[in-house]
């Protein structure tokens, strides 16, 4: 059974930059055919899909947010996070990590989800 987790701080000031990490256990992140995820959710809105980093460490970012994202990844601690810079208060969001199973194009596990928001 795949399991991710996200962690990282609930609390960012506008300006700064929001970094969280997923730590994922039950498989491992090199594995071929995923790529894994970066999603979120702002108050009272639909999912936003942020962006990606591939089994081989492909990225593809969200045109929209592309500009201030960056992901990584650390495949000795099977993990990935995410760095969303100049954070402004409408990045306030429940952020989730996911798997995207390319084969069947569609996102099969889920973190439970953090809430991160942007307040000074």
């Known amino acids: 059974q795949v399991q991710l987790q996200e962690s990282g701080p609930g609390l960012v000031k506008p300006s700064q930059t929001l970094s969280l990490t997923c730590t994922v256990s039950g498989g491992s992140i090199t594995t071929v055919y995923y790529h894994w995820s970066w999603i979120r959710q702002p108050p009272g809105k639909g999912l936003e899909w942020i962006g990606y980093?591939?089994?081989?460490?492909?990225?593809y970012y969200s045109p929209s947010l592309k500009s201030r994202i960056s992901i990584s990844r650390d495949t000795s601690n099977n993990q990935f996070s995410l760095q969303l810079s100049s954070v402004t208060p409408e990045d306030t969001a429940v952020y989730y990590c996911?798997?995207?199973?390319?084969?069947?194009?569609?996102?099969?596990?889920w973190g439970q989800g953090t809430q991160v928001t942007a307040s000074s």
């Open positions: 996911a798997r995207w199973y390319e084969s069947w194009s569609l996102f099969d596990y």
């Open positions: 980093i591939a089994y081989n460490g492909y990225t």
